[in-house]
């Protein structure tokens, strides 16, 4: 699996804002970020948010982003629009729910999908969050304290 691009953000734009406007906290292109087991990213907004938090960190495949900037035709489409953290090509992540796995010497486990909503459209395009159903990325634990650093 390699690392293509990795985002945090001090604050929610649309978790939690139902029925209000979204937010202005904009994602940070990292180098890299700080994992931290059983709390996520360091300086991410859900760092220690919850004990046990199923999403502490979410992982996005490129190969999803791509295919759906084609298919919906939209060529501006950024990967921080869909606010996950890790984007990564090579891996199949639905196949890593349920299960442990390690990204450069870091432990994760794949709780469940990271699944798209109503918000989707707004920030990436008309029939994003139908078309990501089943694709919307991975939301882990940490297992193991380390940094994650983009391959590219």
């Avoid at 900037?69 to 996950?84: D, N, Y």
């Avoid at 459209?121 to 991975?138: F, I, Q, V, Y």
Wanted: glycine fraction near 14%; include cysteine.
């Amino acid at each position: 699996m390699r690392v293509e691009h990795l985002f945090t953000s001090t604050g929610h734009n649309f978790f939690g804002r139902h029925g209000q406007p979204a937010g202005g906290h904009g994602m940070l292109s990292m180098d890299y970020i700080d994992c931290v087991a059983g709390q996520g990213i360091r300086g991410d907004r859900f760092f220690g948010y919850q004990e046990d938090y199923k999403g502490q960190i979410t992982f996005f495949a490129m190969e999803v982003f791509e295919r759906m900037r084609h298919e919906l035709k939209l060529p501006g489409a950024q990967p921080q629009a869909i606010r996950r953290n890790v984007f990564v090509r090579g891996a199949n992540l639905n196949a890593l729910i349920g299960r442990e796995f390690e990204v450069q010497g870091t432990r994760f486990v794949g709780i469940e999908e990271s699944k798209p909503c109503y918000w989707m459209n707004s920030a990436l395009g008309p029939g994003s969050e139908d078309w990501l159903k089943g694709r919307g990325g991975l939301r882990c634990r940490i297992l193991t304290n380390g940094l994650l650093r983009r391959d590219c």
